[in-house]
């Protein structure tokens, strides 16, 4: 019902700069928040960075300051604009619709992912 689709990772250089997208559908009204988990493997997904309804904003620790989450009112898009990459941010990067109101129901629903590399 509800569909989520990650874009926009890919390989870089630490110190550079990626931008993630994602996209939700599916008959959506509303949306109460959109985040973005990241998961190396072995390890447990943790959240990155999340966006409410109201434009209120967080992030964990250790990308404060380098990372920008943000949402377009006009669709149901998210993106995260990642500066200053170090290795450690390599994982697979998810984004998750929290509170996604449909004809049918509240829903949350996660995508399938897009890998982040960055090389030292």
């Known amino acids: 019902q509800v569909q989520v689709v990650e874009s926009g990772g890919g390989l870089v250089q630490a110190g550079g700069s990626l931008r993630l997208s994602c996209a939700a559908s599916g008959g959506i009204f509303s949306i109460n928040a959109m985040q973005w988990y990241r998961q190396a493997p072995g390890k447990q997904r943790e959240l990155v960075a999340g966006?409410?309804?109201?434009?209120?904003?967080d992030y964990v620790s250790s990308v404060k300051g380098r990372f920008t989450i943000s949402r377009a009112s006009a669709k149901n898009t998210m993106y995260l604009q990642m500066n200053s990459l170090k290795p450690e941010d390599t994982a697979v990067y998810y984004c998750?619709?929290?509170?996604?109101?449909?004809?049918?129901?509240?829903?949350?629903?996660w995508g399938q992912g897009t890998q982040v590399t960055v090389s030292s």
């Open positions: 966006i409410t309804s109201g434009g209120s904003t």
């Open positions: 998750k619709i929290v509170g996604a109101y449909t004809q049918l129901g509240k829903y949350d629903s």
